[in-house]
């Protein structure tokens, strides 16, 4: 079965200072991986996935199938970037069904 | 309203009560999504449909009873439910359950309180 472990539940920055979020997943094929972003009394939404290696609002995630980890990164964290982040893989052979990590809350002070 | 839409945002619910959870969509998506976010756990899948057919029940007790009458409509029955079923129910859809692209759109959600 998969699995989705984030270890942090909390981290909490300054502005300005690098932020990483850590996420690791349990499957021997070939995931997407995602993370997912929920901001103060919005819905959860896709923040980016692996495959289209791009940065969104300054964050980036590499892929490491060697140690399996998907960890989210961003060089200088705003104020704005305080909400609750998800981890999360899906088998696609399997059908579109997300497994979730348990989520890391970011919390950046001025 | 766009995008995937749940009510009630809120219920309270007796152990006894029948009641039930609406989601739509308005995305032309053929899949949709019931998950479960408790307070300590993770979100965890409960149901998925596809093209109105139920294609996963994820050993989800029976006083959950999903109903799916068209594409873009998705409901949960409940009945007899527990304190312990207190949470926040998700609402997601995607394009395909397996074509298509797998970013999942979500719903405010519902937060169901039984006492």
């Known amino acids: 079965a998969q699995r989705v472990t984030q270890p942090e539940k909390l981290l909490s920055v300054f502005k300005g200072a690098p932020v990483e979020l850590k996420c690791n997943y349990s499957?021997?094929?070939?995931?997407?991986l995602f993370w997912y972003v929920q901001y103060s009394r919005q819905r959860l939404q896709l923040l980016l996935r692996?495959?289209s290696r791009e940065s969104i609002k300054g964050f980036t995630a590499d892929l490491n199938k060697g140690e399996t980890s998907f960890h989210l990164k961003k060089p200088f964290a705003q104020e704005e970037d305080s909400a609750m982040y998800y981890c999360?893989?899906?088998?696609?052979?399997?059908?579109?069904?997300?497994?979730f990590g348990g989520g890391t809350r970011v919390l950046v002070k001025p | 309203e766009t995008g995937v839409t749940q009510t009630p945002r809120h219920l309270v619910m007796g152990m006894t009560n029948k009641k039930s959870l609406k989601c739509e969509q308005h995305?032309?998506?053929?899949?949709m999504y019931w998950y479960k976010q408790s307070a300590k756990k993770p979100l965890e899948l409960m149901f998925v449909?596809?093209?109105?057919?139920?294609?996963e029940n994820n050993s989800v007790p029976s006083r959950f009873s999903p109903e799916c009458p068209n594409s873009s409509h998705l409901f949960l029955h409940l009945h007899t439910l527990q304190p312990e079923d207190s949470a926040l129910y998700l609402c997601?859809?995607?394009?395909?359950?397996?074509?298509?692209?797998?970013?999942?759109?979500f719903g405010q959600g519902t937060r169901l309180t039984v006492v």
């Open positions: 997601a859809s995607t394009q395909g359950h397996q074509t298509g692209d797998t970013e999942a759109f």
């Open positions: 499957y021997s094929g070939s995931p997407e």
């Open positions: 692996h495959i």
């Open positions: 999360a893989l899906n088998v696609k052979a399997a059908g579109n069904k997300l497994t």
């Open positions: 995305l032309g998506h053929n899949a």
């Open positions: 449909y596809s093209l109105e057919e139920r294609v």
